[in-house]
């Protein structure tokens, strides 16, 4: 149950931090507001038993800003935070939101691309890999304060989800799916 929202100015931040850029183009002095933003992972998770996609599911309080849900569909997803490679961080997201040890070369590289082109600019690298019950080794559901629900979504129900708008959802999954049929001709 989401209750009691405020909204105030950010003063300082512990992952982005607002700022102000000024430059000169063509000439003309301009301005832009903007945010410094951490990179991040991201990764295609299909369940090989359940021929489904495992999506995570959360509430994202700038997405209830604009819809009065503010629960979205995602990728597995993480920022870049820490001294290990993408690889790595994306390997731990795995364990960390959705419960399954995977070893670190079954994790592939999809590409990497920029989100948020107006206000941050950040990185992300998007990864795929296909898991199995002999891998879930714990819950998931995110850490500290975190509270991620992993929904398995059919494959064959994948590319309705992606047109349907009663779902929020990231760019970066419904760019994922389509590469994924792509990639597999479905």
């Known amino acids: 149950m989401i209750e009691n929202i405020q909204i105030e ?33 991201a990764v295609l ?13 959360q509430f994202r309080p700038p997405v209830y800003l604009n819809n009065s ?6 990728l597995c997803a993480g920022i870049v935070d820490k001294p290990l490679s993408l690889k790595e961080i994306a390997k731990e997201e795995i364990l960390e939101e959705c419960g ?43 850490i500290g304060v975190e509270k991620i629900e992993v929904v398995k979504l059919p494959l064959k129900e994948a590319k309705d989800f992606i047109y349907n708008e009663s779902y929020a959802k990231t760019p970066g999954l419904m760019f994922a799916f389509m590469w994924f049929f792509s990639k597999n001709k479905i």
Request: charged share 30%; aromatic share 14%.
């Open 9 to 41: 100015p950010l003063k300082s931040g512990k992952f982005i931090k607002p700022v102000h850029i000024k430059y000169r183009h063509d000439g003309k002095d301009l301005s832009w507001e903007a945010v410094k933003a951490h990179d991040s992972v």
């Open 100 to 142: 399954y040890d995977l070893p670190l070369e079954s994790i592939e590289k999809i590409t990497t691309f920029y989100t948020s082109v107006g206000f941050a600019g950040s990185k992300q690298t998007l990864y795929f890999a296909e898991v199995d019950e002999s891998m879930h080794t714990e819950d998931g559901g995110g």
């Open 45 to 57: 998770l299909y369940h090989r038993e359940y021929e489904s996609f495992l999506l995570v599911k």
């Open 69 to 74: 849900d503010g629960y979205t569909y995602e």
